[in-house]
């Protein structure tokens, strides 16, 4: 029965997220569910980092998509929307001329593609509270997923969501 029900809350969420407002209405938000397999993959590939990079706090956030009854992944596409507001330290015109693939996230990135995200990703936080889940914003496991493919997106964050008792999210420890 949670299992059912962990899926339809992530399904809503997902349907929140791809409805939420867009600047100029353009549309470059992406979404994912995770099953149980993928969430064991995505925990992995997470160890992997806090490995590779020496970031403990992978590994907490690991635990917490392992013992998670579904993830979502929420992610948007980096490209400018010809508002040559600045925002991005750039012109719309040279912004794409300035993208450093080096880190984890693409950037700069337009601000208002930043901001479709984050508006994306509190619609799916919302849906998520509304159906009483337990839920937590993670870049971390967004970055993870990235890297193994599971949502498109230039930046993407993982929405993991929990049924339990208690709240798998508050307790954690750096």
């Not at 880190?103 to 508006?119: N, Q, R, S, V």
Request: contains cysteine; glycine residues 8%; negative net charge.
């Amino acid at each position: 029965m949670i299992h059912s029900a962990a899926q339809t809350v992530a399904e809503l969420m997902c349907a929140s997220a791809r409805t939420a407002p867009k600047a100029k209405a353009d549309d470059t938000i992406h979404v994912a569910i995770v099953d149980a397999d993928g969430r064991q993959r995505l925990a992995g590939e997470m160890e992997a980092i806090a490995e590779e990079k020496g970031w403990k706090y992978y590994y907490r956030d690991a635990n917490n998509v392992r013992e998670a009854d579904c993830v979502v992944l929420i992610g948007v596409d980096n490209k400018e929307i010809g508002l040559h507001c600045g925002g991005c330290g750039y012109d719309c015109d040279t912004i794409m001329e300035h993208i450093n693939d080096e880190t984890d996230f693409p950037g700069p990135m337009c601000i208002f593609k930043a901001i479709d995200l984050g508006i994306a990703l509190s619609s799916a936080a919302k849906t998520a509270s509304l159906h009483n889940a337990d839920n937590r914003m993670m870049y971390t496991a967004g970055l993870a997923a990235r890297r193994i493919g599971a949502c498109k997106g230039d930046v993407v964050v993982a929405l993991p969501i929990s049924f339990k008792g208690k709240n798998i999210f508050f307790d954690r420890k750096w």
